[in-house]
T-cell receptor
Framework: AQSVSQHNHHVILSEAASLELGCNYSYGGTVNLFWYVQYPGQHLQLLLKYFSGDPLVKGIKGFEAEFIKSKFSFNLRKPSVQWSDTAEYFCAVNARYGGATNKLIFGTGTLLAVQP | DAGITQSPRYKITETGRQVTLMCHQTWSHSYMFWYRQDLGHGLRLIYYSAAADITDKGEVPDGYVVSRSKTENFPLTLESATRSQTSVYFC?????????????FGPGTRLTVL
């Protein structure tokens, strides 16, 4: 079965530190990859997505992610985090489900706390 | 542009009661989804719908019922609530079902079953 693994469940950083959140998926077919962010008390918002082409994807708020097909990974990065980046981050893979509908499979999330 | 709205935002109920969570989208998206979010599990798909009157089970459908008589609405009903259904419920929609589908999420409903 398809699955998504996020190895870091809870990350604490100081402002200006660099961030890398790991995401690995298990699915041998064509995949589309997403990172969603959930700020405290809010709904999930799309941070960035990879469909095809350049494996280095740039998203909103200075985030980027690199798709490495050989490693089945889609790690999220940001060179310098801010207090406002405190949120929960979810990696998701779009995979076929039920034969006709694609669905998102989510990782368990990484809670990022940025200390001022 | 209202997007996706969910109601109520917060609900406390008792074991055994029936509860309905509402989801409404204004984009005329074909696909709608219900997820529950629990610590350590991320988001898990409960039910989804490809169009009006077409619904199907997701990963964790037991204890839930859905309907979709109109494209814009996708209510989720807990027929007899249990404590294990205490969770945050998110509704989502997408224009298509293809590999390129991007899902848009509502604000969530926090449900507590006592």
């Amino acid at each position: 079965a398809q699955s998504v693994s996020q190895h870091n469940h809870h990350v604490i950083l100081s402002e200006a530190a660099s961030l890398e959140l790991g995401c690995n998926y298990s699915y041998g077919g064509t995949v589309n990859l997403f990172w969603y962010v959930q700020y405290p008390g809010q709904h999930l918002q799309l941070l960035l997505k990879y469909f095809s082409g350049d494996p280095l994807v740039k998203g909103i708020k200075g985030f980027e992610a690199e798709f490495i097909k050989s490693k089945f990974s889609f790690n999220l990065r940001k060179p310098s985090v801010q207090w406002s980046d405190t949120a929960e981050y979810f990696c998701a893979v779009n995979a076929r489900y039920g034969g006709a509908t694609n669905k998102l499979i989510f990782g368990t999330g990484t809670l990022l706390a940025v200390q001022p | 542009d209202a997007g996706i709205t969910q109601s109520p935002r917060y609900k406390i109920t008792e074991t055994g009661r029936q509860v309905t969570l509402m989801c409404h989208q204004t984009w005329s998206h074909s696909y709608m989804f219900w997820y529950r979010q629990d610590l350590g599990h991320g988001l898990r798909l409960i039910y989804y719908s490809a169009a009006a009157d077409i619904t199907d089970k997701g990963e964790v459908p037991d204890g839930y019922v859905v309907s979709r008589s109109k494209t814009e609405n996708f209510p989720l009903t807990l027929e007899s609530a249990t404590r294990s259904q205490t969770s945050v419920y998110f509704c989502a929609s997408s224009l298509t079902s293809g590999l390129y589908n991007e899902q848009f999420f509502g604000p969530g409903t926090r449900l507590t079953v006592l």
